[in-house]
């Protein structure tokens, strides 16, 4: 008998290891997420459905069960000291100096594996020389930062547990209705794994830019309760998920809060992990398509996003994309306002080969785009195509605006950095050029779609132009091209 039971390991042995080369030489499939370092929820008593009734007991259960996966966090960043004459003269009067003083904020995480993975924004830890994470029991942890992206402000944080950790499941942020209830756990003003409440206000939000940041925005907004402090925390559904990292407030109105969507963060998680993000890049300049634009662009309705400029040698240059196209998909994705297109094009990948369906004329059109790899700020401006040089203009009756050629007075006046081409050097205040928001110092490129090299080409384009018709306007305006339009009177 045991001689039979040593065969059929032997056999069984032969045939795992066996098993297991196969495996390896055919590759076959494994579990995609075995590495991944958030999960989803399985289970949790303490959750609701959307057809369970709200009592006294169901914010407070939900509560109970999340608050441990909420840490606080405190940070320590190094300010420099003062410089200069007033350096110089506290010196002389009080002693020497400290080099640098140290400030310390406050905010708030969540942890999203029991090894010690802690998201929370960027601006939380941006600079800071030490991190301190708080648990609920008041453990407390140095942590570091594994990787940080100002664009979305998000953070990945790593602590070194001694203990058997909490974490919070990640949930759908794509299938949050308005409406829906949500909870917010965090640290404002200090106020350790403070629980409020609210519903989602609204979705897809791309018009917020916390303190003038230029971000990646597809923010939720919610009325339940966020403050300094909260910033980093969670925003969890009903069923104890998390489903936006809380990140702005409205300091001029209450109950207006902001929370980065959970779908967006985990498209960033691996990069995150890996400690650098790198994006794909469409190289163009894009704009809304205003109402007025779209009949005479072709669309059925003002959506997509228009192309202003296109970078000298960037994909989309080398792929034929030209400045008037309107971007409507992207990949198989619809682009419906061009707040869309930032961010499926910079996590396409670099290197994918994607299919863009544009407008021309009227006329849909599919074109495919090798997806380069977003250049650092420097390297995208040396590559920005420099403007046309259009020819003198005068001021047409009924367009509201005066337009005269370039020139070292002219260009000093509104801080321009060429001398070239046609400058709007006057608007009529309340006239049809300001109503289709035309400012004055616009370099005008193009008039309805004609290129303007010459004196003649401006007066024959504004001869085409009828009271009550539309006029289309290119214009420079710093180192953007935008389009305006407006009605002739």
């Known amino acids: 008998m045991r001689r039979r039971l040593w065969t059929h390991a032997i056999v069984a042995s032969f045939f795992l290891v066996i098993g297991l080369g196969l495996a390896t030489t055919l590759d076959l499939p494994r579990d995609a997420h075995a590495d991944r370092i958030w999960h989803e929820q399985t289970s949790n008593t303490a959750a609701l459905s959307e057809s369970d009734p709200l009592n006294l007991g169901s914010f407070a259960r939900l509560a109970k069960t999340l608050s441990p996966a909420v840490v606080n966090i405190s940070v320590e960043r190094a300010i420099a000291g003062a410089d200069g004459r007033f350096r110089r003269y506290m010196q002389r009067h009080y002693g020497n100096m400290p080099p640098e003083y140290t400030n310390r904020g406050l905010g708030s995480g969540v942890i999203i594996h029991?090894?010690?993975?802690?998201?929370?924004?960027?601006?939380v830890v941006e600079k800071a020389k030490r991190i301190k994470v708080r648990l609920q029991n008041e453990n407390t942890?140095?942590?570091?930062?594994?990787?940080?992206?100002?664009?979305?402000?998000?953070?990945l944080l790593?602590?070194?547990?001694?203990?058997?950790?909490?974490s919070a499941p990640l949930g759908n942020s794509t299938a949050l209705q308005i409406?829906?209830?949500?909870?917010?756990?965090?640290?404002?003003?200090?106020?350790?794994?403070?629980?409020?409440a609210g519903i989602v206000s609204a979705k897809g939000r791309q018009d917020v830019a916390p303190d003038g940041r230029q971000m990646y925005a597809n923010f939720i907004q919610t009325d339940a309760s966020i403050n300094p402090g909260n910033s980093g925390g969670p925003l969890f559904n009903i069923r104890g998920?998390?489903?936006?990292?809380?990140?702005?407030?409205?300091?001029?109105?209450?109950?207006?809060?902001?929370?980065?969507?959970?779908?967006?963060?985990?498209?960033?998680?691996?990069?995150?992990?890996?400690?650098?993000?790198?994006?794909?890049?469409?190289?163009?300049?894009?704009?809304?398509?205003?109402?007025?634009l779209a009949k005479q662009l072709g669309l059925e309705r003002a959506e997509g996003a228009l192309v202003a400029e296109v970078v000298v040698d960037g994909p989309s240059a080398s792929a034929g994309i030209q400045p008037g196209d309107v971007i409507v998909g992207f990949d198989g994705k619809p682009v419906r306002r061009a707040g869309d297109l930032p961010w499926l094009a910079s996590t396409a990948g670099i290197g994918k080969q994607v299919d863009v369906e544009i407008i021309r004329n009227g006329e849909s059109n599919t074109v495919q785009i090798t997806m380069?790899?977003?250049?650092?700020?420097?390297?995208?401006?040396?590559?920005?195509?420099?403007?046309?040089?259009?020819n003198l203009g005068l001021a047409p009756e009924g367009m509201g605006l005066r337009a005269e050629r370039n020139s070292a007075k002219v260009s000093k006046r509104f801080?321009?950095?060429?001398?070239?081409?046609?400058?709007?050097?006057?608007?009529?205040?309340?006239?049809?050029?300001?109503?289709?928001?035309?400012?004055?110092?616009?370099?005008?490129l193009k008039l309805n779609g004609t290129r303007i090299d010459s004196a003649d080409d401006f007066r024959g384009a504004v001869e085409k132009i009828r009271t009550g018709e539309l006029v289309?306007?290119?214009?420079?305006?710093?180192?953007?091209?935008?389009?305006?339009?407006?009605?002739?009177?």
């Open 472 to 489: 289309t306007v290119l214009v420079k305006r710093g180192e953007r091209r935008l389009f305006r339009s407006f009605k002739r009177r």
């Open 372 to 390: 380069g790899e977003l250049p650092t700020e420097a390297r995208a401006k040396a590559k920005t195509p420099v403007a046309p040089a259009p």
């Open 141 to 155: 942890y140095e942590a570091e930062v594994v990787g940080s992206d100002a664009r979305t402000d998000v953070a």
């Open 114 to 123: 029991a090894d010690g993975w802690i998201l929370t924004n960027h601006h």
């Open 158 to 166: 790593r602590i070194e547990p001694r203990e058997r950790l909490i």
């Open 241 to 292: 998920e998390v489903i936006g990292i809380n990140t702005a407030i409205n300091s001029s109105g209450q109950g207006i809060g902001f929370a980065i969507p959970v779908n967006m963060v985990k498209t960033l998680l691996p990069q995150l992990r890996g400690g650098e993000i790198k994006r794909s890049w469409l190289g163009v300049m894009i704009q809304p398509v205003q109402l007025e």
């Open 179 to 196: 409406g829906e209830w949500v909870i917010a756990i965090g640290n404002p003003f200090g106020l350790s794994h403070t629980v409020t």
């Open 415 to 444: 801080g321009l950095e060429t001398n070239d081409g046609i400058v709007l050097t006057q608007i009529t205040p309340n006239g049809a050029a300001e109503r289709g928001g035309l400012e004055a110092g616009d370099i005008i």
